[in-house]
């Protein structure tokens, strides 16, 4: 596979990402609680990756279980937060908010690693939160965060330290393995969570205006767009790579504009190109950009 091909594969899995939160509306929409939409799209990746991958999986280590199931538990708790923050705040301010993730992450380095971030990671921070006053109407209404948004906000942070993890998992277990046990266990957990939390809401799901989003999560944004991250993103650049993904915030919300989940307005505009520029400053190696391109010596 070619590097140019790679990230036309990349593209294509921040548009199944980025349409994703308009079907999880959709299906709020249709009173399914989260914990079962998590259910749903969870138990059919696991069958569609045991389907096309049980020669691997059926080989599982013990080793592989258990980061695995790690993985599984971080993921769960991002998704479950993401799905349950989009009952009241809007895809665009989801996918906006949670792509905070990247600018998290050095933070967690500092942390865990003592490794000092940049200073542009500071400057990012500045910019992102900026941004996210737009998006959640602060700067206009004043300090009134939906709850949805705060939720957002833990997503984002979950998700900081999914990523942190994964980054030692991907090395220690197969990835087929891995989406096996992702999809898996977000089904067990959220069977769990459906039948005793949210058992009340069960009765009243539209099942014929659910179903269609359900299949196209499970389907596409859960078990086509993981399989194709991890086919493609060992033939590219880690910055291209994380350039081309981030766009996944943009089509969440073209998606959800087109299909009049909600209306485009300055604040979304606004907030959302701040937290991309803090993203793109995290980003990119800008000296080493400046350096190759700008100031690099002439071939005689």
Not at 20 to 48: D, E, V, W
Request: a positive charge; aromatic letters at 14%; charged letters at 10%.
């Amino acid at each position: 596979m070619t590097q140019a091909r790679a990230n036309r594969n990349l593209i294509l899995v921040a548009f199944f990402w980025g349409t994703s939160y308009t079907f999880i509306k959709m299906a709020i929409a249709a009173h399914m609680p989260p914990s079962m939409i998590n259910t749903l799209r969870g138990l059919i990746s696991a069958i569609l990756a045991y389907v096309f991958f049980h020669k691997v999986i059926n080989s599982m280590t013990f080793k592989e279980f258990k980061i695995g199931a790690v993985c599984a538990l971080f993921n769960f708790v991002v998704v479950q937060l993401q799905s349950t923050g989009l009952e009241s705040t809007t895809p665009s301010n989801c996918s906006f908010i949670t792509s905070a993730y990247v600018i998290l992450l050095p933070l967690i380095a500092w942390l865990i690693f003592k490794k000092v971030p940049p200073a542009k990671v500071y400057v990012a921070i500045i910019l992102c939160v900026t941004g996210m006053l737009f998006l959640t109407g602060i700067v206009t209404t004043g300090f009134q965060l939906h709850f949805g948004d705060i939720l957002m906000i833990l997503t984002a942070i979950f998700y900081a330290f999914q990523m942190t993890y994964y980054g030692y998992a991907t090395k220690q277990a197969r990835p087929q393995v891995l989406a096996f046990q992702l999809g898996f266990i977000q089904a067990i957990l959220g069977t769990t969570y459906a039948f005793t939390i949210d058992y009340h809401q069960l009765a009243q799901i539209n099942w014929a205006a659910a179903i269609g989003p359900i299949l196209y999560l499970g389907i596409v944004a859960n078990f086509a767009a993981q399989v194709l991250q991890v086919s493609s993103q060992r033939y590219t650049d880690t910055v291209t790579a994380g350039l081309v993904l981030m766009s996944e915030s943009l089509f969440a919300s073209l998606v959800s504009i087109l299909f009049h989940v909600e209306p485009l307005t300055r604040n979304l505009v606004i907030g959302g190109g701040l937290i991309v520029v803090a993203t793109l400053i995290v980003q990119f190696h800008f000296r080493g950009l400046l350096s190759r391109y700008l100031f690099k010596k002439p071939n005689f």
